[in-house]
């Protein structure tokens, strides 16, 4: 019978020691450390590491908008005419537009050139996706576009699509100091009811809704108030209810003498298409107001009392308030008053109104639902 071979024995005392030395190499071994979520309210991210195609950063901006885009995505190419409209009123006012794509510089370029004064904002890119880790997948965010608004006091205070209600008004009150995304949010569930009552034909509840939201503070929900006048006469079509309710807000907003609300005021009046009557004199009271309290220097107020004349048929009004607006604007910002004053002499030559651009849009979007993309290499 073969004998087996008899294997060492490793002392006791030595698996003792080793085992020990194991178990405190597990314990002080570093424990992997969760990545920071970025949620509303959440300091802002750097945005170190970006290489700039247009533009360069801002050292201090009154309200940063980083937005995550793509050239192959179609909803961002939908998007950008709506953020450059957006930026480019309210430039001098502090805002900064970033928007970045993890492309080659090769496709942005060209992109970019391609869409000339229609894309005035900066652009960059992001070739290591350092900043798309500290903002995209910090948010959880997989689709684009998305932007993020930053505040003044440098705390993301939006995070969604940029063709949302909600990131117009998260800029502009952002601007004034005055976004609040807690009170935002608390509103939220009172605009769903109200909408809700409204397609119900449950004006009354509708409107008791709208004016709860309202209460919650008048300078930030000025869009609800106008919402509310659209019901009035689109949905009841009530077009006596609507001209009192629109007596009293234009009474509001021109004693409160803040140009934004004056601006979405006069605009709505005049030339929203989602209004069904226009009252064309309530919209050049409160154009009227918005320039006293810019004091002929914003080219937004100028622009706003062109669109104004415009509807009222003064084509050559239009032109002269319009010339005004590219005197005053910003270098970058006059071709964007351009084409809407060619359309407008052109309207003065055939003494007619003309399709053309708008003067000054409204900065809200008429998508319930905004399209997004997963974001990456399509």
Not at 134 to 148: N, S
Not at 209 to 233: G, S, W
Request: net charge neutral; proline share 7%.
């Amino acid at each position: 019978m073969p004998i087996m071979p008899i294997m060492p024995i490793m002392p006791i005392a030595k698996i003792t020691v080793l085992s020990f030395a194991a178990l405190v190499a597990i314990a002080f071994a570093p424990i992997p450390q969760e990545t920071p979520k970025l949620i509303v309210g959440s300091d802002a991210p750097s945005v170190e590491g970006l290489e700039f195609v247009q533009g360069e950063l801002v050292t201090n901006p009154k309200v940063r908008v980083v937005e995550f885009w793509a050239t192959w995505c179609g909803p961002c190419r939908q998007s950008i005419p709506h953020i450059n409209e957006l930026y480019l009123s309210q430039r001098a006012n502090g805002l900064e537009v970033i928007g970045v794509s993890d492309e080659t510089r090769a496709k942005v370029e060209p992109f970019i050139r391609k869409q000339g004064s229609q894309m005035s904002y900066t652009v960059a890119i992001d070739p290591d996706k350092k900043v798309n880790g500290a903002f995209m997948q910090a948010a959880g965010q997989g689709g684009i576009p998305c932007a993020f608004v930053i505040g003044q006091n440098n705390k993301v205070v939006f995070i969604g699509h940029p063709m949302s209600e909600e990131f117009a008004q998260a800029v502009k009150l952002s601007l004034l100091g005055r976004y609040d995304p807690v009170l935002s949010k608390k509103a939220e569930p009172l605009l769903a009811a109200a909408r809700r009552a409204i397609n119900a034909k449950n004006y009354k509840d509708g409107y008791r809704r709208f004016d709860e939201v309202i209460a919650l503070d008048p300078t930030v929900f000025t869009d609800a108030a106008l919402e509310k006048y659209r019901a009035m006469l689109n949905d009841e079509k009530n077009l006596a209810a609507a001209k009192i309710y629109a007596k009293e807000l234009s009474d509001a907003f021109v004693a409160a003498g803040d140009s934004g609300p004056l601006r979405d005021l006069a605009l709505t009046f005049s030339s929203d298409p989602r209004v069904t009557v226009y009252d064309n004199e309530l919209a050049m009271v409160a154009a009227e107001a918005m320039l006293r309290v810019a004091s002929g220097g914003d080219p937004s107020a100028n622009a706003t009392m062109a669109s104004v004349w415009y509807a009222k048929g003064d084509f050559a009004k239009a032109v002269e308030f319009q010339k005004k607006a590219i005197r005053v604007a910003d270098p970058l910002a006059k071709s964007s008053f351009k084409p809407t004053l060619a359309a407008y002499e052109l309207a003065v030559k055939r003494g007619t109104k003309v399709a053309g651009p708008v003067a000054a849009s409204l900065p809200i979007s008429t998508q319930e639902k905004p399209e997004t993309v997963p974001a990456g290499t399509p």
